[in-house]
């Protein structure tokens, strides 16, 4: 099984900052790297796939980066409605697995 | 719009079985992977299965295999989580979603969730 490790496990941005969210694999994934968001109480969207395309509708503010066993998630210009729970999730080998989560919160 | 709703949550003693239905509109179903996701209260996201969207495959997470089974009937545009022997650590949201454009294997659109809750 391919273990996803998210870094931070809490990060502390102030509105208008610019956050960087760390993604590692165990071992090499390719491109197939998927982010999403979780809001409290509501279900997971996806932000982007193919470790850097973002998903329908989802802003520029948003950029994934990364190949094989390092992937960022950058969000630029934070605005309150970006303070959520992100999930890094791998789907080069089976079984899918994901990252426990970054915690995006208001400093 | 896609639209997926669960169904078939509920409370169940351990040991016990429990069904599990998605149903799915605005899109093409029978073009689509799914999927089971699941989420403890307070926790993270688990991926629990998947079916191809000819139903010729059909993969799990090795906590659940041999105990789950995922299914579906294309022609009710309809998905299906058969959950047996439950445990009392499987108390989760359980959420279908629909497996992307581009890859079966990431998901990208999702349900609102069916709790269920495993305990004596």
């Known amino acids: 099984e391919i273990v996803m490790t998210q870094s931070p496990a809490t990060l502390s941005v102030s509105p208008g900052e610019r956050a960087t969210l760390s993604c590692r694999a165990s071992?090499?994934?390719?491109?197939?790297l998927a982010w999403y968001q979780q809001k409290p109480g509501q279900t997971p969207r996806l932000l982007i796939y193919?470790?850097?395309t973002r998903a329908t509708g989802i802003p520029a503010t948003f950029t994934g980066s990364g190949s094989g066993t390092e992937f960022t998630l950058t969000i630029s210009s934070l605005q309150s409605e970006d303070f959520a729970v992100y999930y890094c999730?791998?789907?080069?080998?089976?079984?899918?697995?994901f990252g426990q989560g970054t915690k995006v919160e208001i400093k | 719009q896609v639209q997926l709703v669960e169904s078939g949550g509920g409370a169940v003693q351990p040991g016990r079985s429990l069904r599990l239905s998605c149903a799915a509109s605005?899109?093409?179903?029978?073009?689509?992977?799914m999927h089971w996701v699941r989420q403890a209260p307070g926790k993270g996201l688990e991926w629990v299965a998947v079916?191809?969207?000819?139903?010729?495959?059909?993969n799990y997470g090795d906590s659940v295999k041999g105990r789950f089974s995922i299914s579906r009937d294309n022609s009710k545009n309809t998905l299906f989580l058969q959950m047996n022997s439950l445990r009392a650590e499987e108390t989760a949201v359980y959420y279908c979603?629909?497996?992307?454009?581009?890859?079966?294997?990431?998901?990208?659109?999702w349900g609102q969730g069916a709790l269920v809750t495993v305990s004596s």
């Open positions: 071992q090499s994934v390719s491109s197939n």
């Open positions: 999730q791998q789907y080069n080998n089976w079984p899918l697995t």
């Open positions: 079916i191809s969207s000819d139903e010729s495959s059909r």
């Open positions: 193919g470790a850097s």
């Open positions: 979603a629909r497996g992307g454009e581009l890859s079966w294997n990431y998901f990208e659109y």
């Open positions: 605005g899109f093409t179903f029978t073009k689509y992977a």
